[in-house]
Structures are given as C-alpha cells and as structure tokens.
C-alpha cells in the first residue's frame, strides 16, 4: 500500500520511468551491466487507480523476493486504513503457479499496454536491400482491436477468452458473431520521461525505448518522452497449454513491462 501523501510516490505516480527506478531498488544489482535485470528477476508491477482507505494498492511479482527497507523513508503507508489489509503483505506463490493445469477457468486482471507496430521492414524487403526499421508502436483505442489483441495473446501464452457465439440471418446467410466475456476499460495515457544515460538506470532493458507511438524528443529537459496508452483487461480465461500459460503468467503480456504492464492476475472460478 503506497502513501499518496509521500511526495516520492507524488513523483513516481507522474513519471513511470522513475516508478521503474524504485522499484528496481528493491533488487539486487546484476552483475552484469548489460543484463535486463527486470526480465531475469521477473519483476513485473501494478498500480490500481482507486484509493484503499487512504491508500494506492500497488501489486508486485517477482522471482527474487524485494527488500522493501531500500525504499524511501514513508513510502509504503504505516497503516491502510483496514483491518482487512496489511500495509505489506509478501505471499510465495510457486505452489499456486504449479498447480495451473490445461482446462481451469480464471477470473483475470491485466493492465495492458494494446499495440500494434507500423513501418516495420520484413524479411523480404531486407533482403531486396531495403535498410532494416524496428518500426514504431500505435495505441488500439477502439474497442474490439483491444480485444482481437487480448485473443492474440491469449494464443500466444496458452489460454482462450470465454465466449459465446451465436447466428443470426445476414444478407448473404447466416452470420456467426462470437462474444467474449472480456471488459476493457482505457484509462489514458501513462508518461515518463527517459534519461540519455541510460547506465545508470537500474534494470534497464531495451524495453524503454517502446512506447505506443508517441515517443518524442523535447529540447527544455534532457532525456526522451515516454507515452503509453493504459487499459485494463478484466474478464474470465480458461487455460489451454499450461506450459505456455505458466510462462506468460511469469513474463508478463505484451509490451511496457518495465513500466507497470503486463501483470496477469488471475483467480480460480467457483
């Protein structure tokens, strides 16, 4: 539970960049510089937006377990406000993750950052001498392209949306629309700002140079304008490779995980 009232969780809050620079505070220093400490660690991180009491709950996954003293002096809240909830609660959730079998049914939560990737160079255009391009990041706002993308990467990390599919009489015969059991809420941009230096973040990776689409350099501040677009995925799944599942339960789902995306929550049904 972070204090709203600290002026360093004030700071965070408005810049994910050094949200990302706390967080990773409370881990150990890879030896190797050039390590995305983030990924080995799998530090993955959520911020709800409503206050608890007075409040922000902040979620946490790891494999290494965090040193929660090496944040600054009252930015964890002494008290919650509820007798329901500790101000620092730290569960061991192997035994729950080897038990995810193929065919259980989760309730889920996922704060996404939904994007596709424009301009980017294929195979076959290298080849024919075209100069390679990463590309950039667009934002889906409308919401059934937020939703083809939660079903993508749903294939890609072993689970399936539960839905309903049903017929109705069309021009040319009869039409089969499928519904999924999915809410998708955007909840604005999330900005930061990147220093040049980059060495002397800890745990950077080469995922802070993604962004949705609106990375842009401004010349009265050094360092690089960070811009994503946040939705929250709220829904029912139901786990078809667990395997696949397990592992994108641990990395995370899809892009900004550095900076507080890709978190699957998840909740077994009935």
Not at 127 to 153: F, H, M, P, T, Y
């Amino acid at each position: 539970m972070l204090n709203p009232r600290n002026r360093n969780v004030a700071r965070d809050l408005a810049d994910c960049y050094q949200m990302h620079r706390s967080i990773m505070s409370m881990f150990p220093t890879m030896a190797e510089p050039t390590t995305s400490a983030r990924n080995d660690m799998g530090v993955l991180f959520r911020v709800e937006q409503e206050l608890r009491g007075n409040s922000i709950i902040f979620i946490l996954q790891s494999k290494v377990e965090p040193n929660v003293d090496m944040l600054p002096s009252g930015y964890v809240n002494e008290s919650s406000g509820s007798n329901s909830i500790a101000p620092v609660s730290i569960k061991n959730i192997d035994s729950f993750v080897n038990h995810i079998n193929a065919g259980t049914t989760y309730r889920f939560r996922l704060r996404a950052n939904p994007t596709w990737k424009t301009g980017t160079t294929s195979k076959e255009e290298r080849l024919s001498g075209k100069q390679k391009s990463n590309g950039k990041r667009a934002a889906l706002s409308r919401e059934q392209d937020r939703i083809d993308w939660i079903v993508r990467k749903g294939l890609e990390n072993g689970f399936e949306l539960l839905s309903v599919a049903f017929t109705s009489p069309g021009r040319r015969g009869e039409d089969v629309k499928t519904i999924y059991n999915v809410r998708t809420t955007g909840l604005g941009e999330v900005l930061g700002r990147k220093p040049r230096d980059r060495k002397s973040v800890p745990g950077s990776s080469d995922e802070t140079s993604s962004n949705n689409g609106n990375e842009h350099q401004q010349s009265k501040k050094p360092g690089k304008q960070l811009s994503f677009y946040s939705v929250v995925f709220e829904g029912y799944l139901r786990v078809v490779d667990k395997e696949k599942f397990r592992m994108g339960f641990e990395n995370g789902i899809g892009p900004a995980k550095s900076f507080g995306f890709g978190l699957l929550s998840i909740a077994p049904v009935g």
